[in-house]
C-alpha cells in the first residue's frame, strides 16, 4: 500500500473505562511507522463525557480530533469548550451519512459555520 496518501484504521469500539484495552491498542499502534493518530469523538455525546474520554485516550497521544454528528446536535457550541479545554486540534467536522462530501475540515470557517448556523 505505499503508493497510497492515507490508510484509515478504525479500531473495535471498545470502552475506554477498560485500562488494558488501551495500553493494548497503543502497543498494537506503536509498531506502525509515520502513525498519525485522530480520535474520533460524537457531539452529541455530553459534554463532560467528551473530556472524560479524551482523558482517558490520552495515553494514545493522538494528533488531533474527529467531531461527528454534529448533524445530529443542537449543542454544537461545544465545539468551543473543546478547542477552548484541549490541546489537540479538530482536523474534522462531519455532519452525515455521504462519504466523502459530509466529511469538512476543522479550518475556522467551518468551525464557525458549525456553531453559529
Known amino acids: ?36 493518530v485522530s480520535l474520533v469523538l460524537s457531539m452529541t455525546t455530553d459534554i463532560n463525557d467528551i473530556f472524560l474520554e479524551l482523558g482517558l485516550y490520552q495515553p494514545l497521544i493522538f494528533d488531533g480530533l474527529v467531531m461527528t454528528k454534529a448533524d445530529e446536535t443542537c449543542h454544537k457550541a461545544r465545539l468551543v469548550s473543546v478547542l477552548d479545554e484541549s490541546e489537540t486540534p479538530i482536523e474534522f467536522i462531519c455532519s452525515g451519512q455521504e462519504i466523502p462530501s459530509d466529511i469538512h475540515p476543522g479550518s475556522s470557517e467551518i468551525l464557525f459555520n458549525q456553531i453559529f448556523n
Do not use: E, Q
Not at 4 to 22: A, E, M, N, V, W
Open 1 to 36: 500500500m505505499s503508493h497510497l496518501d492515507h490508510i484509515l484504521i478504525d479500531t473495535p469500539g471498545r470502552s475506554p473505562y477498560f485500562p488494558k484495552y488501551i495500553l493494548d491498542l497503543k502497543n498494537l499502534l506503536s509498531g506502525i511507522a509515520d502513525l498519525h
